[in-house]
């Protein structure tokens, strides 16, 4: 998909279409102590099933790696993933990779559902650049405390162009001339480490999105997205260096 084929798509309907199916494969990463402190830190996480009842989650690795520091650090800490889903991330690491910035960790396929989500399981696939390209996440700007332990966890998606891909790196520079829904410059988008960035493709005039890679960083002036290239990941979410 062309950067004008791109813009013509989240103009339109498939816009809309694809910020509220975003939600489902998107959730938020946070722990803290919801009914006395609140919630201390917050990233963001998405699942792969690609062996069937057999799904993983992806976030970033210093994301997870700080998880585990405040949960070694403190007791009575919670780590919860979407709606409902509390875990040790101790007992579930799979793999971490602090080069490539990537940890998996072990879910089941009931935890999934609890947390009202669904895994990818459509294979991967590398963008090329000037290519589009759709993320979403949940960065802690948009995160409202509306009762004592519970918080409104607001999403942001959007649809890019590729602008670099290495052999390890995606690059996305936001452009502000084409974006049909604005936020605020600089865009604070602390919290997005560990969402999901996905290839949009055209086959046959039908749009299809497959998982790409997993968010690391952003930097809020430049308006510029890092991601790590997700085929470094296995299928047993091991990964691989």
């Known amino acids: ?10 103009q339109g309907n498939l816009g809309d279409f694809m910020r509220d199916t975003s939600a489902k494969y998107a959730a938020p990463f946070f722990w ?3 009914g006395v402190s609140g919630i201390w830190h917050n990233g963001s996480c998405f699942f792969l099933e690609w062996t069937k009842d057999a799904p993983f989650g992806v976030t970033a690795a210093h994301v997870y790696q700080a998880c585990l520091g405040d949960c070694a650090r403190y007791q009575r800490v919670v780590c919860q993933l979407g709606t409902g889903v509390v875990i040790n991330p101790s007992e579930r ?5 602090e080069d490539l910035d990537i940890a998996t960790f072990r879910v089941s396929p009931e935890e999934v559902c ?14 090329q650049e000037g290519k589009g390209v759709f993320f979403a996440g949940f960065p802690g700007s948009v995160l409202e405390r509306i009762g004592n332990a519970t918080y409104n ?23 502000r001339e084409y974006m049909v829904h604005a936020p605020p410059q ?8 560990g969402a999901f960035l996905a290839a949009v493709i055209d086959r046959g ?5 497959q998982p790409a890679g997993v968010i690391y960083e952003c930097h809020d002036n430049f308006e510029i997205m890092l991601a ?9 979410g091991r990964i691989m260096g």
Do not use: H, Y
């Not at 998909?1 to 989240?10: H, N, S």
């Not at 690491?93 to 990779?97: K, T």
């Not at 895994?119 to 963008?127: D, G, Y």
């Not at 005039?205 to 999105?209: D, E, K, Q, R, T």
């Open 1 to 10: 998909m062309t950067k004008e084929e791109a813009i013509a798509l989240v």
């Open 32 to 34: 803290g102590n919801p």
């Open 93 to 97: 690491l799979i793999d971490l990779n």
């Open 114 to 127: 609890r947390a009202e989500k669904i895994a990818f399981t459509m294979p991967l696939f590398v963008p």
């Open 153 to 175: 966890a607001g999403i942001m998606s959007g649809l890019v162009v590729a602008s670099r891909v290495s052999d390890r790196n995606i690059t996305c520079q936001f452009e």
């Open 186 to 193: 600089p865009c604070d988008m602390g919290g997005m480490s």
């Open 205 to 209: 005039g039908i749009s299809l999105w």
């Open 228 to 236: 790590s290239r997700l085929d470094r990941v296995g299928l047993n």
